[in-house]
């Protein structure tokens, strides 16, 4: 069912041919003529740049592989200024790390991060497998014993921290007694991901223990990088796509991307920066070798993607390296309205004066020359193609903008079955509204490979891979039913079919009693072929937390099946926060693609 990219790209350049060589482009001002032509472009570049097979190939693998092998040699090379070396150099270098200092420093000798158990105390399993770990859930993961750990005072730290807690202890000291207290572990295992046509993605799962006490540590930065920084990670995409609009308008502010960002902070650089406590504490989390195959490498890098903490460190020392380079510059750090009370467009008065998550960071035009040449000094490398300083274009955490108008293309990754489809045609639509620029010919041809019988027609408010989205006006056209009527006194005004992604469910069933233990089985989840223990306060501890309900826990899954269902509304031509003017625009282009 796969269409050829070539071909969307072709259907693509058809439709804004005809568009640009229309009165309607023609009579527009030259601002509104140089907005449309910027969307255009975009459209064009995004359309297939991240189009791929779902699953990744043997040579993406490797060219993602050779790519980190680059990144990890770089940072066994690494070495901090020379002194003398530049007068600037040296004052860019000491800046930073009074800025790392006053970062991990918060008052006298109270560090933001003191010790493991602190990082224990805060611990979270990630969603994902675990090296060594059979299974993936927090009951697997915690209370049948089996934990994996790069050293024994990780283990050591974990039970200082929760022997104090005894119900919680209670869990986990019978599954360490049935399963076995830990496995050594001294290495992640490479993994790999798609990304695009043309390479994959390298991350690595972690020893169990080190992940969930790496998650503990990010989640102490994180707390100081909002009250530090004023960054919250959970918000600070929004601010980020906020002042690279400012940024397009009047050109103040200046949008940087990282090649390979996680992947160029090496073991040298964070050792000569951070706090002797607290660079202990990091380099007893992290692991210092990763697998891969039967090879097993050292990792000159700090940590890897997949590392708990990567993201939130990374933060951390881009938002120092800004810090020290506005410092330099004569400018002063501005944190802006705190993100509570933010408002939903706020003016640039009330946001920072710049911005940093992971590594798209945005900087006041003036300070870009020393924060690149800061950067630099640490071994990273700009992003040249999304780095952004000139002109009218500034591109940050998914959000493109052109003098202030959004101009974010769409990205089809996969056409294989019709909810793919359906995703990138409304996607599309949606694109072809906020612009003004038909799309008829790309939209068709997508369309063509669903059969119109098999075709489903939802309300606005579904989710894009639920069905084609559709007006009410659609089915007054000859040959489309319309949504049956329900009962409206019960607001089931309308009913039509929609498709959602089967949600898969491990059930915990009763197997056996052995001596001394019970076994329990997990329906649904053909990768264990053995019982599992039966941990009473293991199972407690999960359903208080969450993570089990209704008789098991979710599963996770790389490609989700979907199943057609009966669905109701009360009102079909309703979209959360579109206004009545998009609404308009929308009924009107919508029946011009899709009929």
Request: charged residues 20%; positive net charge.
């Amino acid at each position: 069912m796969d269409i050829d990219p070539s071909a969307l790209c072709t259907a693509c350049s058809s439709d804004l041919a005809k568009f640009f060589s229309s009165r309607s482009y023609l009579n527009l001002s030259p601002e509104e003529k140089g907005t449309k032509v910027a969307a255009a472009f975009n459209l064009q570049q995004s359309l297939v740049a991240k189009h791929g097979p779902e699953t990744v190939t043997t040579e993406q693998n490797d060219r993602a592989y050779a790519k980190w092998t680059k990144a990890n040699e770089k940072c066994a090379t690494w070495q901090p200024p020379e002194k003398g070396a530049d007068e600037i150099d040296e004052l860019l270098w000491g800046e930073l790390k009074e800025a790392v200092r006053r970062f991990f420093w918060k008052t006298g000798d109270d560090a933001v991060i003191p010790s493991l158990e602190a990082c224990a105390i805060r611990g979270a399993h990630g969603p994902g497998a675990s090296n060594g770990v059979e299974g993936s859930s927090t009951y697997e993961k915690s209370y049948v014993g089996g934990w994996t750990a790069t050293s024994e005072v990780l283990w050591q730290s974990y039970r200082n921290a929760y022997s104090q807690l005894p119900e919680y202890w209670r869990a986990v000291d019978y599954g360490t007694r049935v399963g076995g207290e830990f496995i050594t572990l001294n290495k992640s295992q490479v993994f790999f991901v798609p990304k695009n046509a043309d390479i994959s993605r390298l991350a690595a799962t972690e020893p169990s223990l080190n992940m969930f006490m790496q998650k503990g540590a990010s989640s102490l930065l994180e707390d100081r990088l909002v009250r530090h920084f004023g960054i919250s990670l959970e918000v600070q995409p929004e601010r980020n796509r906020r002042l690279a609009q400012l940024g397009s308008i009047d050109g103040s502010f200046a949008t940087i991307d990282l090649s390979s960002a996680s992947d160029s902070l090496s073991h040298g650089l964070v050792k000569s920066l951070l706090p002797r406590g607290v660079y202990d504490v990091l380099a007893r989390l992290r692991t210092p070798y990763m697998a891969v195959g039967q090879e097993l490498v050292k990792l000159n890098m700090f940590s890897t993607m997949g590392n708990g903490f990567t993201f939130s460190l990374q933060t951390v020392l881009f938002a120092c390296i800004v810090d020290a380079a506005y410092k330099v510059s004569g400018l002063r750090l501005r944190k802006g309205v705190s993100f509570r009370q933010m408002p939903s467009e706020p003016t640039i008065d009330q946001c920072a004066n710049f911005a940093v998550f992971g590594d798209d960071i945005i900087v006041v035009k003036r300070a870009f020359p020393l924060v690149k040449r800061l950067l630099e000094l640490c071994g990273c490398t700009l992003n040249s193609k999304k780095t952004f300083v000139e002109g009218p274009f500034r591109e940050s955490c998914g959000g493109d903008y052109y003098l202030g108008s959004p101009i974010r293309g769409v990205y089809i990754k996969l056409l294989g079955t019709h909810n793919h489809v359906y995703h990138a045609v409304n996607s599309l639509v949606n694109w072809s509204v906020e612009h003004g620029i038909p799309l008829r010919g790309l939209v068709r041809l997508l369309l063509a490979s669903i059969p119109v019988r098999e075709r489903l027609y939802v309300p606005p408010h579904e989710q894009t891979d639920a069905g084609l989205h559709v007006p009410l006006e659609f089915f007054r056209w000859p040959g489309y039913n319309s949504p049956c009527k329900g009962d409206p006194d019960l607001g089931h005004r309308f009913v039509y079919k929609a498709s959602i992604p089967k949600v898969k469910r491990v059930r915990i069933r009763w197997m056996d009693i052995l001596p001394g233990i019970a076994l329990i089985r997990l329906e649904g989840d053909k990768t264990r072929g053995r019982g599992l223990v039966m941990n009473e306060a293991g199972l407690y501890q999960c359903l208080l937390s969450g993570h089990v309900a209704k008789g098991g826990w979710a599963a996770r899954q790389q490609t989700p099946a979907f199943r057609t269902v009966r669905k109701v509304t009360p009102n079909w031509c309703h979209r959360p926060g579109a206004s009545l003017d998009w609404m308009g625009r929308w009924v009107t282009t919508a029946l011009d693609h899709i009929i």
